[in-house]
């Protein structure tokens, strides 16, 4: 690794989306910190020699271990994105519960590295949960330790990704240095669509698919093209099987359409807001979630593949997935999309100069 690449540590990495981007960026990765087992596998697998470590950061020995990992490196850039019962901010006895210290972790290792800058990533909803109080805690903490922050709702498919996706970025740097977010780079006129990021992959219209297989075509977008740059064969592109009554009723939904599509009395055990969608061609797809049960291909009358739903959170196709597919499914739902991830780092760079 070339000595002049700032360096990031991405804490509650998952599968490592976020990191995936800072790498593309020109950044090295030291370590991942998760602890699921599968997730780390595939962080380890795609990271350039990045440490994949199972931690707990519930507990505060675990820090004490990364500090360790990192065996005297200056860290440059911390990444992560605690889950929400992070903030459980009611009330000043509550400060002891433990689902505070996976926010506190973040905050501890900031106060352990003194990075040039961190990123705190999370749902849009963060920003007024509590009645605001989850906002202001970030603000607060990190601003005590020396940061200035500003934060912002980044939209996905501005930058690239073919995914309705919004997410909340704080970002805090030092020296009272406000960060420029990244311009988009496309408008709602040319944004990345389903087509364009899928329609390249076997149909599996007659067969499940089977690991390492071949492309059926040249790419067929820029988006393809840029997807497949590194890849000569396919990874993670694995047919479900459906019973003929559940593509029967998938058959019935119309290209964008939903649950409310269908006839009265069809399709009557899955009825919510999400349920039997189907992908539009020509518009970014819907936000990925954990699971596969709830959206189709645009033109396939079956769920996405794992493969298809990272091609639509812009993990090209290089980047293996492990563990079984229910695990791979929800390590891609859970990602931040490694373009997006880009264009934040891109943005970063000159700050740590």
């Given at each position: 690794?070339?000595?002049?690449?700032?360096?990031?540590?991405?804490?509650?990495?998952?599968c490592?989306?976020?990191?995936?981007g800072?790498?593309?960026?020109?950044?090295?990765?030291?370590?991942?910190?998760?602890?699921?087992?599968?997730?780390?596998?595939?962080?380890?697998?795609?990271?350039?020699?990045?440490?994949?470590?199972?931690?707990?950061?519930?507990?505060?020995?675990?820090?004490?271990?990364?500090v360790?990992?990192?065996?005297?490196?200056?860290?440059?850039?911390i990444?992560?994105?605690?889950?929400?019962?992070?903030?459980?901010?009611t009330?000043?006895?509550?400060?002891?519960?433990?689902?505070?210290?996976?926010f506190?972790?973040?905050?501890?290792?900031?106060?352990?590295?003194?990075?040039?800058?961190?990123?705190?990533?999370?749902?849009?909803?963060?920003?007024?949960?509590?009645?605001?109080?989850?906002?202001?805690?970030?603000?607060?903490?990190?601003?005590?330790?020396?940061?200035?922050?500003?934060?912002?709702?980044?939209?996905?498919?501005?930058?690239?990704v073919?995914?309705?996706?919004?997410?909340?970025?704080?970002?805090?740097?030092?020296?009272?240095?406000?960060?420029?977010?990244?311009?988009?780079?496309?408008?709602?006129?040319?944004?990345?669509?389903?087509?364009?990021?899928?329609?390249?992959l076997?149909?599996?219209?007659?067969?499940?698919?089977?690991?390492?297989?071949?492309?059926?075509?040249?790419?067929?977008?820029n988006?393809?093209?840029?997807?497949?740059?590194?890849?000569?064969?396919?990874?993670?592109?694995?047919?479900?099987?459906?019973?003929?009554?559940?593509?029967?009723?998938?058959a019935?939904?119309?290209e964008?359409?939903?649950?409310k599509?269908?006839?009265?009395?069809?399709?009557?055990?899955?009825?919510?807001?999400?349920?039997?969608?189907?992908?539009?061609?020509?518009?970014?797809?819907?936000?990925?979630d954990?699971?596969?049960?709830?959206?189709?291909h645009?033109?396939?009358?079956?769920?996405?593949t794992?493969?298809?739903?990272?091609?639509?959170?812009?993990?090209?196709?290089?980047?293996?997935?492990?563990?079984?597919?229910?695990?791979?499914?929800?390590?891609?739902?859970?990602?931040?999309?490694?373009?997006?991830?880009?264009?934040?780092?891109?943005?970063?760079?000159?700050?740590?100069?």
């Amino acid at each position: 690794m070339a000595a002049n690449k700032p360096t990031v540590i991405d804490m509650f990495s998952g599968c490592g989306g976020l990191s995936k981007g800072f790498i593309d960026a020109g950044f090295e990765v030291l370590l991942g910190v998760d602890f699921d087992e599968a997730a780390l596998k595939t962080f380890e697998h795609n990271h350039n020699g990045a440490v994949a470590f199972k931690g707990d950061l519930f507990k505060k020995d675990t820090l004490q271990e990364i500090v360790e990992i990192v065996d005297g490196r200056s860290v440059d850039v911390i990444v992560g994105g605690p889950p929400c019962q992070g903030f459980s901010l009611t009330g000043s006895r509550q400060e002891d519960d433990a689902r505070n210290t996976l926010f506190n972790s973040m905050v501890e290792a900031v106060k352990i590295f003194e990075p040039k800058a961190f990123i705190l990533e999370n749902v849009p909803g963060l920003a007024t949960l509590y009645g605001g109080k989850a906002k202001k805690e970030i603000l607060k903490k990190f601003g005590d330790l020396g940061y200035t922050i500003n934060y912002k709702v980044l939209y996905a498919p501005d930058y690239g990704v073919p995914q309705i996706r919004k997410r909340i970025f704080f970002v805090g740097l030092k020296n009272g240095v406000n960060f420029d977010f990244p311009e988009p780079v496309h408008s709602p006129d040319n944004y990345v669509t389903c087509e364009q990021a899928i329609s390249d992959l076997p149909s599996l219209e007659h067969d499940l698919g089977h690991e390492n297989i071949e492309y059926p075509s040249k790419p067929l977008s820029n988006y393809q093209q840029k997807m497949r740059e590194q890849s000569s064969t396919l990874h993670n592109h694995i047919g479900t099987s459906h019973t003929d009554l559940v593509k029967s009723v998938i058959a019935l939904v119309p290209e964008g359409g939903n649950h409310k599509d269908l006839p009265p009395g069809v399709g009557d055990s899955r009825k919510f807001n999400e349920a039997w969608t189907r992908y539009h061609s020509q518009k970014p797809s819907k936000t990925i979630d954990t699971g596969h049960r709830n959206h189709f291909h645009y033109k396939w009358n079956r769920v996405p593949t794992v493969r298809e739903n990272a091609r639509l959170q812009s993990f090209p196709d290089n980047f293996k997935l492990f563990g079984n597919k229910t695990q791979q499914y929800k390590q891609v739902g859970n990602a931040v999309p490694p373009l997006l991830g880009f264009h934040l780092a891109t943005a970063l760079k000159p700050y740590l100069e």
